[in-house]
Each structure stands twice: as C-alpha cells, then as structure tokens.
C-alpha cells in the first residue's frame, strides 16, 4: 500500500479512536450535570410519582451505561434522537433542531474564513517581505493586541464603537477632550459601518441580509484568529527566504514578490496549512462565546439554551457536533501537511 494512503487511514482510525474517547467523555460530563430535566420541568409541585414517570418516559431511569450505548448505537445510525423540551407539545428530533442552527455556525465560519484567511496571507507575505519595517511591526502590535483580549471582550468593544457612533460627540467623556481629539475620535467613529449588533436573523432572511448581519461576529472572530495564521505566514515565509535557492532566484533578476510567490511560498504550505486548519476548527468550536453575546442563532447559541433547559440529547448532540469538526479539520490538516511535504512520513 502507498505509503501515504497508510498514513491517511492511520491517522482516520486515530481521529475514529479519539472521537469514541470524546464520546465517553461528553456523556459522562453531561451526566454530572447538576439538576434534573424532569423535576425542572414539571416543577416543585410535582408528586415523585410524577417525575418518575416521566423519567421512565424519557429513559433517564435506566442505567448510565445502558443508556451511553444506546446513545452511541443510534448516533453510528445517524439517529441523534428527539430533544427532551419538545415533547410536551409535538416531537421534535434532534438533527431537525440542529441543522438549521449547524447552517447558521457553517455560514459564519465560512464568511469569517473568507476574510481572515487571505488576509492573514497577505499580511504575512508582506511582513516577511518588508521585515523589522514600520508595517511589520506595525502588524505584529495590532495582530498580538487583538489576540490578547477574549472574544467576549473584542465583542463587546465593536459593540460599544458601532453604538457610540452617532453618540459620541454628545458624551460627556466627549466634551472633557480637547476639541481636536473629540473631533478625530468622533470622525474615526463615523467612519465605522453601523453594523446592527444584535444578529438576529431567521429562515427568511435574505443572503445579503444575513452577511450584513453576521458582519460583527465575523469581524470579531476576524481579529481572534488572524494572528496566529499571519505570524505562521511570516514565520514560515523567512525560513524558506533563507534557503540557498532563493539567494539563486534571486541572482537571476526575480523579483522579491515573484521570489516568495513562485519559490518560497509553495515549500512552506505545510506549516501554514496546519495552522489555518486548526483557526477553521476553532471558528465552528469557539464561536460559543461570539454566539452568544451576538444573539446569534448558531449551534454554540443552541447549546448554550439547552444547557439551560437541561435538554440532554441536544447538549450531547452539540458538543459531538463541535468535536467531530475539530477532529475532521485537524485530520485534513495532517493529510494536507503529508501530501506537500513526504518528509513527514519519515519523522526522525
């Protein structure tokens, strides 16, 4: 068998073991949780009768082992089960709930790749290209600030700029500057879009409209991940400007962006493809926090809700759900790697 074809199904029977063990772990975890779906629902009034009752109904009265196995036998079916909350008025499965809400996170991830992907590239080629310049460390500053914040705190601050645009000059804050500050800072502010900063959108909504709305979200996650990509790029980029051949590319008259372009950029594809895999992975997994603070309908929003309801299957389906993306990412990540650089294969 090909040598990388091996290593593909080594690392899918890897990725296959590993979501078995996140499994395990998600149903324990889930089964810890404090409070009961049953008492919650039917209140304090209800007779012990009652809640057993509808224990029995649901299954939560069989054993915990008995009841992972069946979880996971329907889930290898595709069959996610019916979610807890809707069975008091019409039966509501799972995967009718989820997809939806997993369209929404995918449109958001995708929207947010689009922008942070070839943005990152493009800073790191030129930073590498213009190192220890004005731009590079100007780049290097505001990439490292934005990632040193959490998301919640990047979300709420563009929150903040887009409502104080109109409002600025009328604050007090405002008026103690001097004039020529207050005037910059309310031009600056004036320049932002006002893109609405709760997302609220729904089946109907037009395409463009649901860009429009997403924009807060994606420009957030934007700022999160944008380093780590474009500090690999630049990263990755000088190591390969190093290397003999391109002081010969360069000997031959080329040009310094035909040089990385044509020469440097494709013998480093493997590092940069790693980390934009794993900063895809974490837009669909980490955009819990961005979700919610957006009001955004996305699977992490929906997670959040059933966590609070205590609606068991949905929560279980949702961090299966984050996981499988997270292990499926990093595994075409590592093909990825593999195919542009067989050195991997021989790991000293």
């Known amino acids: 068998m090909n040598s990388v074809a091996k290593t593909v199904l080594q690392r899918l029977g890897l990725g296959l073991i590993t979501l078995f063990i996140v499994s395990i772990i998600i149903f324990s975890a889930v089964a810890m949780l404090p409070g009961d779906f049953a008492k919650a629902t039917l209140g304090q009034s209800a007779t012990p009768e009652t809640v057993a009752a509808l224990q029995h109904e649901i299954g939560l009265d069989r054993p915990p082992v ?6 996971v036998g329907k889930m290898v079916k595709g069959d996610f089960g019916s979610s807890f909350a809707s069975r008091t008025g019409y039966r509501r499965t799972v995967a009718e709930i989820i997809a939806p809400r997993l369209y929404n996170t995918m449109f958001l991830a995708v929207m947010t790749a689009l922008i942070a992907v070839p943005l990152a590239l493009g800073l790191g080629i030129v930073a590498a290209l213009y190192r220890n310049s004005w731009f590079d460390r100007v780049v290097n500053t505001v990439t490292l600030t934005t990632i040193s914040f959490p998301e919640f705190f990047v979300a709420y601050m563009l929150a903040f700029l887009v409502i104080s645009r109109d409002t600025f000059a009328g604050t007090e804050f405002a008026r103690s500057l001097p004039a020529w500050l207050a005037i910059s800072i309310n031009w600056t502010l004036n320049v932002v879009p006002k893109f609405p900063t709760l997302a609220n959108i729904n089946d109907e909504t037009p395409f463009w409209d649901h860009v429009w709305r997403a924009a807060l979200p994606s420009i957030t996650l934007t700022l999160v ?4 990509m474009m500090r690999m790029t630049r990263a990755a980029i000088l190591n390969m400007l190093s290397s003999p051949y391109i002081d010969m590319a360069r000997l031959k008259g080329m040009g310094p962006m035909v040089v990385v372009v044509r020469h440097a950029l494709p013998n480093a594809w493997a590092p940069i493809v790693t ?9 669909i997994v980490g955009v819990v926090i961005v979700e919610v603070v957006f009001v955004y309908p996305g699977v992490g929003q929906l997670m959040v809700d059933a966590v609070r309801s205590r609606d068991v299957p949905v929560v279980q389906a949702c961090a299966l759900v984050f996981a499988a993306a997270y292990i499926l990412l990093n595994l075409i990540a590592d093909i990825i790697s593999i195919a542009t650089n067989p050195r991997l294969l021989h790991p000293r």
């Open 66 to 71: 008995e009841r992972y196995f069946s979880w």
């Open 225 to 228: 991940i944008v380093a780590h």
């Open 275 to 283: 980390v934009v895999a794993f900063n895809l992975a974490y837009l």
